[in-house]
């Protein structure tokens, strides 16, 4: 019989593998990060204290093959961000920065002193990145940016300022893009560096258990072998995103599985009008058209995945379902608040902490509109941005 989290039985459809990893990490977020997230939340605190634990299970760079690392597949690293984003999107953005944005390019543009320096401690959580791209003047167009790097003898000098960072300021390695006489390169700037500084963005009133962080580079003096040599020009940090969007796909539908559990259980014992809500016909309507978008979305994610693992996989497709599916998370949490009364508007139930933190997830890793222009460009041919 179809249940709800899973209407199409796309677990039948997982490998064993699949199944086991995706159990695991769901176990790991019912009994570590659901008692503690709310209280997080609201004292705007990033819970460190799981970094080690989410070390331990291997959740840090978990496609990549040696370093420590786990060498899962696309569509297992898929299952541990929706697992983590079930918890908050706060925990899935951590995880996502240290593999997608940090260990990703370290791996694919990094020489093989880089690899071996930093690959192994960020799997072990030892070391934490953050990936520096947005700029204060607008983060939708990075060609635009204005960060730059001067060579200087064997040595780069790095002036400009990044805004809204996630892990800034408790990251030990920043993974910083910078325009060049040669186009756009990539720089590993760490912590201690004369001249990089770090503070933290306060009164955001989502993503409240993530840092976000502004960095100031003033003549910052970083060693070629700083640089990511196989970086060059603007397709390096784009590629880095595809790997980042692709995991939020699959997250955002973990935070859209959270909101439906809880309003669904409350329509089932909430008795008005005679009967429980969940006997009105309204109401069934609501829970179904909950259930079909986030349905589409599984199948979305899982058919990415298994493009990816195949090889086959577009970042025009990647773009498609970033939007999609943050999309369907954030109108699913808003139902599941609407469906929880005034009681949904406190931190008590998840809906509102997932509908707030979701208004970061379909801006960040491009907006909804820069992904529909994507979309648009790649079936029109011709750029709308
Ligand atoms: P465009 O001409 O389209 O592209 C330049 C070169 O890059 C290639 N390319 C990609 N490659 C891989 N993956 C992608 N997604 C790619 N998109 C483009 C492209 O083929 C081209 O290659 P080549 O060899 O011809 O040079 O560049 P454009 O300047 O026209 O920009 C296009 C646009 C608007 C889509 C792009 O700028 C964009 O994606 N803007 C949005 C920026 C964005 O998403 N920023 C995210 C910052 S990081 C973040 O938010 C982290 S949050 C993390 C968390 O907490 O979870
Ligand atoms: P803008 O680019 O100024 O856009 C403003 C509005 O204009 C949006 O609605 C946009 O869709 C629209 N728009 C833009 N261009 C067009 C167009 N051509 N046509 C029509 N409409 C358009 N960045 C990083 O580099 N690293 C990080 O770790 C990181 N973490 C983040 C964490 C959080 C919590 C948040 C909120 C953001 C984070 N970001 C990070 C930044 C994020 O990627 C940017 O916020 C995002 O790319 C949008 O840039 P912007 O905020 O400057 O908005």
């Not at 020009?233 to 995103?241: I, T, V």
């Not at 859209?256 to 669904?264: F, K, N, T």
């Not at 009364?341 to 509102?352: F, M, S, V």
């Not at 992904?371 to 041919?381: D, K, M, S």
Request: proline share 4%.
């Amino acid at each position: 019989m179809p249940e709800a989290m899973d209407f199409y039985a796309i677990r039948d459809s997982l490998s064993d593998d699949e199944r086991q990893i995706q159990d695991v990490v769901g176990r790991w977020v019912d009994e570590r990060v659901l008692p503690i997230i709310a209280d997080c939340f609201e004292q705007e605190r990033f819970p460190m204290e799981l970094v080690p634990e989410m070390a331990e299970m291997g959740l840090f760079g978990p496609t990549i093959e040696g370093y420590g690392c786990a060498g899962l597949n696309s569509v297992m690293y898929g299952l541990i961000m929706q697992e983590l984003e079930r918890g908050d999107s706060g925990i899935r953005s951590f995880a996502s920065v240290q593999s997608s944005l940090c260990m990703f390019p370290i791996l694919t543009y990094g020489s093989d002193e880089q690899k071996e320096r930093w690959l192994p401690k960020m799997a072990k959580g030892e070391v934490i990145g953050c990936f520096c791209l947005t700029e204060p003047d607008g983060g939708s167009d990075p060609g635009q940016m204005k960060t730059k790097a001067v060579r200087d003898g064997s040595d780069w000098i790095i002036n400009g300022a990044k805004m809204w960072i996630t892990n800034g300021t408790i990251a030990h390695v920043a993974v910083v893009w910078a325009v060049t006489d040669d186009g756009v390169m990539g720089f590993l700037v760490e912590k201690d560096t004369k001249g990089y500084s770090a503070r933290d963005i306060e009164h955001k009133f989502s993503l409240r258990a993530s840092h976000t962080s502004e960095l100031f580079f003033q003549d910052c003096r970083v060693p070629e072998a700083n640089r990511l040599p196989k970086a060059s020009g603007l397709r390096a940090p784009l590629s880095c995103l595809t790997q980042a969007r692709f995991g939020i796909a699959w997250g955002a539908v973990g935070a859209a599985q959270a909101c439906y559990a809880e309003a669904a259980e409350f329509v089932g014992v909430r008795a008005l009008f005679g009967s429980p809500l969940s006997h009105k016909q309204a109401v069934q309507i609501r829970l179904a058209d909950m259930v079909r978008r986030m349905t589409n979305a599984q199948l979305l994610a899982l058919q990415l995945g298994r493009l990816k693992d195949a090889g086959k996989m577009h970042h025009t497709q990647v773009s498609l379902a970033k939007w999609n599916n943050c999309r369907m998370a954030l109108d699913i949490a808003r139902e599941a608040r609407d469906l929880l009364g005034a009681g949904g508007i406190t931190i008590e139930c998840c809906p509102i902490r997932h509908m707030l933190n979701l208004e970061s997830v379909i801006t960040y890793e491009g907006t909804e509109t820069i992904h529909q222009l994507v979309v648009g460009r790649e079936l029109t041919g011709h750029a709308a941005f």
